[in-house]
Structures are given as C-alpha cells and as structure tokens.
C-alpha cells in the first residue's frame, strides 16, 4: 500500500496541478459517505433492532425534524394527523 501512495505522491510532486483534483475528489467522496451514514443511522425509515423497535416509523413524534433541509417548514407547530397503531 505504501508503494502506491508513493507512486501518487511522486505524481503530484511533478505534476502540481492535480492537487486540487485529488482534494476535491476526496472531500466529494468523504461528504458522500457521510450522508450515506447519516441517513443510514437517522432516517426512520432504516430499523436496524427489528425486535425491540420493528415499526420506528410509527413512534415518530410530528414536531421530530428527520429531514436534513427544510424549506418554510416550521415543525414545532405541526399537530399529530396520524392514528395510533
């Protein structure tokens, strides 16, 4: 593994342009794999302990913002329009 990273950083060295193209390839990759993570461990719609919580879509609060970006959504004022299961 060191032998390729020390191929790449020879390249870079002799061609410095590059650079920027591997920071923004890598920040691209590390901010997908983030959100990746995020929607994994918070959206409801993942259950990852199907004995204890099978449903957890159903014990979502209505006033609980799930959603990363909200456009005019004011969620403390919302009231529960949904049955009890």
């Known amino acids: 593994m060191s032998s390729v990273l020390g191929v790449v950083a020879k390249q870079l060295k ?9 920071i923004f390839i ?3 990759a590390t901010m997908s ?4 993570a ?4 918070k959206n409801p719609d993942v ?3 199907h004995k204890n919580n099978p449903e957890p879509w159903s014990n979502l609060d209505p006033k609980h913002q799930y959603k990363m ?5 004011d969620y403390s004022t919302l009231k529960k329009d949904r049955p009890d299961f």
């Open 69 to 73: 970006f909200t456009v005019n959504m």
């Open 26 to 28: 890598g920040g691209g």
């Open 33 to 36: 794999a983030m959100y990746l």
């Open 47 to 49: 259950s990852w302990d």
């Open 38 to 41: 995020r929607l994994a461990l």
């Open 14 to 22: 002799s061609h410095p342009a590059l650079i920027p193209l591997f």
